[in-house]
């Protein structure tokens, strides 16, 4: 059972518009909602992370947007540029004895100039 | 070395052999995990350790055993593999279970044949 549902699965985007992700979410346990970035060859990589009690969270060109009511939340990268080309993942990390971060199933970004 | 480093990088092998991954992480962190991650598919948590002691074992079949002899050190052992077992492999460590900022290696690319 899939608790975190990302979309789309690929998204190509021009050099200096705006990449959009989406993440939804099914659990109400959740108590942060981390990103990641993951390049060819690496391991992901903590990008940005909101709690629930947050509309908005932003670091540099990075913005997490988060509706608690929709049980949505959404990663807008600004100015995009090829150097952000990677997959990104949503996660959900649990509370009250159930821990685990939970993680949708990437968003291949292509960033063409 | 900073971060956390896996080896091999690369291993390919017989559904009839036993083969280690192994992680090593210098970063002072309590917490250890092990991922796999197949195309198309989330991240799927397979252990994780807390303060060395085994604290999640998400149904992994017998054919993957962990070990964790210390707060740096982190193994899993391979034997009698199907070739469906074929995937990147990754380690994570964080400050202590229940944070939600991992920090991954890079992976052990395991193929079976």
């Known amino acids: 059972q899939q608790q975190v549902k990302q979309s789309p699965q690929s998204l190509i985007v021009q050099k200096g518009g705006i990449s959009i992700i989406n993440c939804a979410y099914e659990n109400t346990a959740f108590d942060y909602f981390p990103w990641y970035q993951q390049f060819p060859g690496k391991g992901p990589a903590l990008l940005i992370a909101i709690r629930p009690d947050v509309s908005e969270k932003k670091e540099g060109r990075f913005t997490i947007s988060f509706n608690k009511s929709a049980k949505q939340f959404s990663l807008h990268i600004m100015d995009s540029q090829p150097g952000d080309s990677a997959t990104y993942f949503c996660?959900?990390?649990?509370?009250?004895?159930?821990?685990?971060?939970?993680f949708g199933t990437g968003t291949r970004l292509t960033i063409i100039p | 070395e900073t971060g956390v480093t896996q080896t091999p990088r690369h291993l390919v092998m017989g559904m009839t052999n036993k083969k280690s991954l192994k992680c090593e992480q210098h970063?002072?962190?309590?917490?250890m995990y092990w991922y796999k991650q197949s195309a198309k598919k989330p991240l799927e948590l397979m252990f994780v350790y807390s303060l060395e002691e085994r604290v999640e074992n998400n149904s992994v079949p017998s054919r993957f055993s962990p070990e964790c002899p210390n707060s740096s050190h982190l193994f899993l052992h391979l034997h009698t593999l199907q070739p469906e077992d074929s995937a990147l492999y990754l380690c994570?460590?964080?400050?202590?279970?229940?944070?939600?900022?991992?920090?991954f290696g890079s992976g052990t690319r395991l193929t079976v044949v």
């Open positions: 970063l002072g962190h309590n917490a």
């Open positions: 996660a959900a990390k649990g509370s009250g004895g159930n821990e685990k971060l939970t």
């Open positions: 994570a460590s964080s400050q202590e279970w229940g944070a939600y900022g991992y920090t």
